[in-house]
């Protein structure tokens, strides 16, 4: 459950009377109701408020149904409308009851002195109430405000029209403005009710609670563009009241349990942000465990990845000679010498002990990724020429459809028929690995056999490989280990590139083929664990 599951069980426990248990010495809340209607008279008695057109009054009739009773003397039953019950002592009544104004705000006149704010949709936050986001009115024009419009401590100020905005409530508090007076807009609408007998914290808990906002916007009227809670609407909400000295009991211990909600919010988080990002801390660490050979135990009678590494120098030499493939023309050769490590290329040896970033087994290899594949790019689209969603047989993998390890294809496109010669031997198979070298820089991954030959972006180089395990060659490249390198060797002027000549001198652990299947098949079985967690 989350904090903020939490806390609307909390708050509709609390407006149902089942946070607090009953008092039988308090004052039944239909006396309290008796007091309030007697208060109401004396005001409007003395001009202070204004008569309400027949008002009514809320029962429950011998048959058990809640029956609502107005002025004029009709009766009717208003069952449907009851949300929930309520414990014995407490009792319906509509909003305007227990209330001396309830009224919108003012369009005002704006001015840029800062003395008189205005109070808008956006100051209503669920978290409180934001002073710092009110614009001003024009100080003058507060002639034209009647005093019943100025905003008095603990009046309730409710977002009042506007998908998103549209229910959000706030308590007004003078300690909270730095101003003399303040006013709300007309997006706002205040009430105000009889604070000695209803106090605004409980009536601000129940408009804030599940059973009020879940339903707001199916009572409100306009378009759905445009929703407005209309005054009469909110006048006529059906509130429960409980006692008086029982709405202090549930603030209070409102007060005592909402600040262990917060903190139960923090941890919550912490736990949630920490389950998202262990999947991806626990692969980067299987990776690297995996390149430093400590992910599968090495076998004695494993092929060593010396021999492994002639083998394919082999397999090159060949290719070369069948005009398959370009000779490398900077070929490097690492080998330990006095418990240091070399590199001889063009003729040239040179230690690189402060390249080695970890110890390997002994049966295995560092070597550069060129020496153990062909690294070729792909090819631009020609200026003026676009691709096409017509199938025209030949597949062009862009930069988009490249995910981590593989290809995505739901909106593939395709090379026309006319511009297909300048780029058809820009091409990509399903045993190759591709390296995004543009845009999203670093991306692994192969593609499936359905788009085998496909032409490859610019945007994307092609790793053909020589003996080695596809699938534990992404995987090393994917390691924080290599995938730091590709950051340090991107270009940093200009667009970010990753070139072909820095993909080649990429220092790679090369293990004994045998082992490169283990420890893919490790990899891939702890993954599947971990995404199960």
């Known amino acids: 459950m989350t904090a903020e599951q939490l806390r609307k069980s909390i708050l509709q426990m609390a407006v149902q009377g089942k946070l607090v248990p009953q008092d039988p010495n308090d004052e039944p809340a239909h006396i309290l109701l008796e007091r309030i209607r007697a208060e109401k008279e004396r005001l409007i008695k003395e001009k202070k408020i204004k008569k309400e057109k027949n008002p009514s009054t809320i029962y429950r ?37 227990v209330c001396k104004y309830i009224q919108r705000g003012k369009s005002p006149k704006y001015s840029l002195i800062e003395k008189i704010p205005v109070i808008a949709q956006k100051c209503n936050q669920w978290d ?33 029209t506007g998908l998103g905005s549209l229910g959000r409530i706030a308590m007004y508090q003078s300690v909270l403005n730095p101003y003399e007076l303040a006013v709300a ?45 209309a005054t009469a609407t909110i006048k006529n909400y059906l509130i429960p009241i409980p006692p008086l000295h ?116 002994q049966s295995w290899l560092w070597v550069r990724l060129g020496s153990i594949t062909a690294i070729t790019g792909g090819k631009r689209i020609p200026v003026g020429s676009k691709l096409t969603s017509k199938n025209t047989g030949h597949i062009y993998i862009r930069i988009s459809d490249m995910c981590e390890e593989s290809v995505s294809t739901r909106n593939l496109l395709y090379v026309p028929i006319d511009i297909y010669p300048n780029i058809s031997k820009y091409i990509i198979r399903k045993e190759d690995v591709y390296i995004t070298v543009a845009g999203t820089i670093g991306r692994i991954g192969k593609i499936p056999k359905q788009l085998d030959g496909a032409n490859l972006t610019e945007n994307a180089d092609r790793l053909q490989l020589f003996l080695i395990e596809q699938n534990w060659l992404i995987k090393v490249l994917q390691s924080p280990f290599i995938q730091k390198i590709i950051i340090e060797a991107t270009t940093k002027v200009g667009q970010p590139k990753l070139a072909i000549a820095k ?29 199960n967690l």
Request: charged residues 35%.
């Open 128 to 160: 409180g109430f934001h002073i710092n986001k009110a614009k001003f009115i024009e100080p003058d024009s507060l002639k034209s405000y009647g005093e019943e419009r100025l905003l008095q401590d603990n009046d309730l100020m409710w977002n009042s």
């Open 503 to 531: 993909i080649e001198r990429f220092l790679i652990p090369l293990a004994p083929v045998s082992e490169q299947k283990r420890m893919f098949e490790k990899i891939k079985q702890i993954e599947n664990f971990v995404q």
């Open 246 to 361: 029982e709405q202090r009991r549930i603030l209070d211990k409102l007060d005592e349990v909402l600040p262990w909600i917060e903190k139960y919010d923090i941890t919550h988080n912490n736990i949630r942000t920490l389950q998202d990002r262990l999947p991806a801390r626990l692969k980067k660490s299987i990776l690297q465990w995996a390149v430093q050979g400590k992910l599968v135990p090495q076998d004695e009678s494993d092929e060593p990845a010396s021999v492994l590494l002639e083998r394919i120098r082999v397999e090159k030499k060949r290719l070369v000679k069948e005009g398959k493939l370009k000779k490398d023309k900077h070929e490097s050769v690492i080998f330990r010498r006095d418990n240091s490590y070399y590199e001889r290329l063009d003729g040239v040896e040179r230690c690189i002990d402060d390249e080695i970033p970890f110890e390997i087994p």
């Open 185 to 229: 807009d007309s997006h706002v609408t205040i009430i105000r009710p009889l604070k000695s007998f209803v106090l605004s914290r409980f009536l601000y808990y129940y408009f804030s609670n599940p059973s009020v906002q879940n339903v707001i916007e199916s009572q409100a009227d306009g378009t759905t563009k445009q929703k407005e809670l």
């Open 61 to 97: 009739g011998t048959d058990n149904l809640h029956y609502e009773k107005f002025a004029d003397g009709t009766v009717r039953c208003i069952e449907d409308e009851i949300p929930f019950e309520i414990p014995e002592s407490w009792a319906w009544c509509r909003l305007i009851e």
